[in-house]
């Protein structure tokens, strides 16, 4: 059995090894370090099944009365384990697209750091799904976006890019501030920032639970930007658009997992307070609304699978307020295959045509094999049976419909019609549509793996989802 | 048997995808299907009131979710129907231009997700099978459709999605509305427990209307029916006969599976409004059918209306209307598939179908005329067609419904309205027949070639299949009432204050009475 803190300082070390081959070793072809990068992340990956738990929250203390290792966090551990492995590999295939952005120097010019931010981003994550303890959800949540300012404004050369590098920046330090603010409230009404403690000083009626809810507003805002819930979303489209390819699929998935793990754990002592419910309510309802109706007429695919991120944070924020934990767990994992292999797809096809829907014309004819992979992850995003997006949808409403959510449901259905024709757009473009080129397009060999994993894992979570949900059970 | 039944065609698909010759292969498997589906016809029990050859995997014990399969006398003539429709469907499809094995994949999928669906006992299967029959029409339609295609798609896909959407709700809503000790997506479980009275009639009004809403806009009943013309109009024929004859009875089928036997209360408290409804389809799309200018638009619509005849024979809520919802559901499925292959083939030739620029058709196309005939007459429900059987049979179970001297009940204007229905029906059939096939010929059709041999086969087929259940519909019958006997019986034993109901069938003892006045003596028909 392994201590679990030891999974995320492994992952810090590899990070800091990869800089310093990066630095001293510069004959070496940089790609090697994407796959020791890859090859590490396995290990700890694989070790992460074998870690031992931590003490029960009650009895906690020192260090585990701000991290624990319970189920969750190991899972959520996995999981952004999963989702950097699966950006580093894309990151391989964009190694071509960064070249252009470091023109003057080595072909290979930027490559390492842009393998190893990626893992201070994920130790981030992990540490950050461990949290229990305000301070320590600050100081991780600060890592991964700190990594993501680098992260997004990397390819610096274009205008774009930095556009939306600066929107980031401004946007998140301004959250960030909402979240100290905040933490400073709840703080202040209870004098504890450990959640379990939290719980029992809001359950105990000398407690002052307006000042505390003040604070909560405040953490709810800063961490509805992180998920890009409305009205938090503004700086979504423009940094997905902007960013380099393979940082917007780590954004859209890492990002948001750990924004709704850690929005679960922050709401679990408030959930007894009457007005919390309506506020996550009133916010998935706009997420909802707003997210599938920006999608409908977007042609660039980047910007669609912005607002449909926004979107598919409504149905999350349903399971939310339903407090479906396992509902909103199973629904990040259907995402987090969908929408890297959405990505996957795209960064290859970016790189021949363009990102704009019309780009991807004819792909059937020029890659069955991309167009197949394309196809599977925007039915399962519109949430077609046997696919893995169709049970997330199916678990968050069963679980809307048992509390009877009547307006989330309606929203839900409709929203649900306006999917299927903005992620048709797009089979209608691979398939009905005549592209000009006709060349056949190359795919290597890792990414085929890679790839075709995320389909047969797709395919085979939509069909059987036992696994997962026994992962979860608590 | 009933694993292959559902897989063969899938895997076909499969391999189809994989680089397997298209045509070969489809035809090959449809008629590898047709031939289990005609043994599993041939050695089901009649009499018999259980899902046979049951065969379970489980997939979630904690939800009690398990992929189950197993057919009884309902499904198994669904499953036939489906068999029939696909054999018919492939074999008239012929060469395909462009992207032809994605064309029969599509086809194929079709098949195997409706046969899937009419063969889960899951509840969850069942309406994962039906999306996946109903995603290869929006591809054939966009793909392939002619006309106005790509907005023809769109509508389907938006209408379609929608609509299992709210059917998705209506499932878990019935899977939650039962007690925590008997909720199971095993549909045998939840037919025992809801004849236990285990769903509150409160409960079991919502899910109804759920449900009616949900199949509702499948079967395209009105008002929710206005993409059906439009996409068969711009769908392949193949596709259209698929989608006519097979995918719309997914919704009667689910109707007939789970609303009528779970869901007794808030059929009756829906009644009013679905009879309002199915005469919207019957008289005003029958009405707007006349209006048609084109042979395909006129199909799509005449499809429509039809299934205002079976939405009677559910609401009717007897035995033998229910019957006659299966038989005509039956023979609905080959007769309109037959239609729609014919005016594929027209379309192939002369690249119109208004009426206008049509015209003698049957003076060189003599065997296409014939087919068309056929097809007709069953459509108007001429004696002799199983079309015939069925709609008389719903005719009378819903009339004698609520019957009582001296006073007229809806039921009984419901009747009559929808045998003027049937006047309806023929006039626009008869008028198309002639506008199309009888007259004078124009002169640049004058060198149109006949349909090809081949297609003797499927046209003989669904031909043989229509008459020989219109003269011999007790081979169907005694299939599917001992299960709607046991439904309407314990819902009868269960309930309190039957009096109440305002359904002859409820109220009297219906099964008895059908077997002494109607019962044909055929092979098995045993009276209890």
């Known amino acids: 059995m392994i201590a679990a803190p030891l999974l995320e300082i492994a992952v810090l070390v590899l990070g800091m090894l990869i800089l310093l081959l990066e630095a001293f070793a510069a004959k070496i072809d940089k790609r090697l370090l994407a796959f020791a990068a890859i090859t590490g992340l396995v290990i700890v990956l694989l070790a992460s099944f074998f870690v031992a738990r931590s003490p029960s929250l009650s009895d906690a203390a020192g260090f585990w009365s701000f991290y624990t290792a319970d189920r969750l966090s190991i899972f959520f551990k996995q999981f952004a384990l999963v989702t950097t492995i699966f950006v580093q590999i894309m990151m391989i295939d964009y190694a071509p697209v960064l070249r252009s952005s470091f023109a003057g120097s080595t072909s290979q010019a930027g490559l390492g750091e842009f393998v190893a931010l990626p893992l201070f981003t994920c130790a981030g994550l992990m540490y950050l799904v461990s949290a229990i303890d305000f301070v320590f959800i600050f100081v991780s949540l600060e890592l991964v976006t700190v990594s993501f300012y680098v992260l997004i404004s990397f390819t610096r050369r274009n205008p774009l890019t930095l556009e939306a590098g600066m929107k980031y920046l401004v946007l998140s330090a301004l959250s960030t501030a909402f979240l100290v603010y905040g933490i400073a409230w709840i703080f202040g009404a209870t004098g504890q920032t450990n959640l379990y403690r939290l719980t029992q000083a809001l359950a105990n009626p000398a407690t002052d639970s307006g000042a505390a809810l003040l604070g909560i507003v405040f953490v709810l805002v800063a961490l509805g930007f992180k998920v890009a819930a409305v009205p938090f979303q503004i700086w979504v489209p423009d940094v997905y658009q902007g960013a380099p390819t393979p940082v917007t699929a780590y954004l859209s998935v890492g990002s948001k997992a750990a924004g709704f793990i850690v929005l679960i754990r922050v709401l679990q002592p408030f959930m007894n307070l009457p007005q919390t419910q309506p506020l996550i309510f009133v916010m998935a309802l706009l997420t909802l609304i707003y997210g599938n109706l920006a999608a409908l007429p977007q042609t660039n695919l980047k910007r669609l699978l912005a607002y449909s991120s926004i979107a598919h944070a409504g149905y999350l924020l349903i399971g939310v307020v339903c407090f479906d934990v396992r509902a909103v767990a199973f629904y990040l994992v259907a995402y987090l295959l969908m929408t890297l292999l959405s990505f996957a797809v795209l960064i290859i096809v970016a790189q021949q045509t363009g990102d704009e829907i019309s780009d991807f014309d004819g792909l059937a004819k020029r890659s069955p094999f991309l167009a197949f992979a394309m196809l599977i992850g925007m039915v399962s995003l519109a949430g077609v049976p046997f696919t893995a997006g169709f049970l997330g949808k199916f678990y968050i409403f069963y679980a809307a419909v048992w509390q009877r959510q009547i307006a989330l449901i309606v929203v839900g259905v409709i929203t649900v019609g306006c999917g299927f024709y903005y992620y048709l757009k797009v089979v209608r473009a691979m398939y009905w549509q005549l592209g000009d080129k006709t060349d056949a397009i190359g795919v290597n060999a890792l990414s085929r793996v890679a790839i075709s994993t995320l389909v047969l894992a797709t395919i085979w979570l939509g069909i059987y989802p036992q696994p997962i949900l026994d992962a979860l059970r608590r | 048997m009933v694993l292959f039944v559902i897989f063969c065609p899938i895997v076909a698909a499969a391999s189809v995808m994989l680089g397997a010759p298209a045509r070969k292969t489809a035809l090959a498997a449809s008629i590898l299907t047709f031939a289990a589906a005609l043994f599993l016809f041939a050695s089901s029990e009649y009499g018999q009131a259980d899902f046979q050859h049951v065969t379970s995997f489980p997939i979630s014990p904690e939800w009690r979710l398990s992929f189950t399969t197993g057919i009884d006398g309902l499904s198994v003539v669904m499953v036939l129907l489906a068999a029939i429709v696909t054999l018919a469907a492939v074999w008239f499809a012929g060469a395909i231009e462009r992207y032809e094995n994605a064309f029969y994949a599509c086809l194929l999928l079709i098949s195997g997700g409706a046969i899937g669906a009419f063969a889960s006992i899951d509840l969850f299967f069942f309406y994962a099978f039906h999306e996946l029959a ?320 081949a297609l003797r086969v499927p046209v003989t087929l669904l031909v043989t299949a229509l008459l020989c259940y219109g003269f011999f519909p007790q081979s169907l019958v005694p299939l599917v009432t001992p299960m709607f006997r046991s439904y309407l019986s314990t819902e009868k034993s269960h309930i309190p204050n039957m009096q109440s109901y305002s359904h002859g069938a409820v109220r009297r003892p219906y099964a008895v009475r059908l077997n002494q006045e109607n019962a044909p003596q055929g092979r098995g028909y045993s009276i209890r």
């Open chain 2, 134 to 453: 109903l995603i290869p029409t929006f591809l054939l339609i966009g793909i392939w459709g002619s006309g106005n295609r790509v907005a023809a798609a769109w509508k389907i896909t938006i209408y379609l999605a929608i609509g299992s959407f709210i059917l998705l709700l209506g499932l878990i809503l019935l899977y939650q509305s039962f007690p925590l000790g008997s909720r199971s997506f095993d549909i045998r479980v939840l037919r025992t427990a809801a004849s236990m009275g285990q769903i509150t009639a409160d409960a079991q009004r919502h899910v109804y209307l759920l449900l009616l809403i949900g199949f509702g806009i499948l079967i395209s009943l009105f008002p929710f029916h206005t993409w059906a013309p439009e996409a068969y109009a711009a769908a392949p024929a193949p596709a259209a006969m698929l989608h006519a004859g097979v995918l719309k009875k997914i919704g009667l089928y689910g109707l007939l599976r789970l609303a009528v036997p779970m869901l007794p209360e808030g059929a009756r408290y829906w009644t009013t409004l679905l009879v309002v409804l199915l005469l919207g389809n019957i008289i005003y799309v029958g009405l707007v059918t006349v209006a048609q200018k084109r042979l395909d638009w006129m199909l799509g619509y005449s499809s429509v209306m039809h299934m205002g005849y079976i939405f009677l024979g559910i609401a009717s809520f007897s035995v033998l209307g229910l019957t006659g919802a299966v038989v005509l559901i039956f023979a609905h499925g080959l007769s309109i598939a037959l239609l729609f292959g014919v005016a594929g083939e027209l379309r192939g030739r002369t690249g119109t179908l208004a009426f206008d620029e049509l015209g003698g058709l049957a003076r060189v196309m003599p065997f296409a005329g014939l087919a068309f005939g056929f097809g007709v007459f069953a459509a108007i429900g001429l004696p002799g067609f199983a079309n015939f059987a069925g709609e008389i049979m719903i005719f009378f179970g819903a009339f004698r419904n609520g019957w009582e001297m001296g006073r007229f009940h809806i039921f009984q204007i419901a009747t009559v309205l929808a045998l003027w229905g049937v006047v309806i029906s023929t006039l626009y059939m008869l008028r198309a027949y002639r506008k199309t096939f009888m007259g004078n010929i124009r002169e640049q059709w004058e060198k149109l070639p006949d349909l090809r041999p």
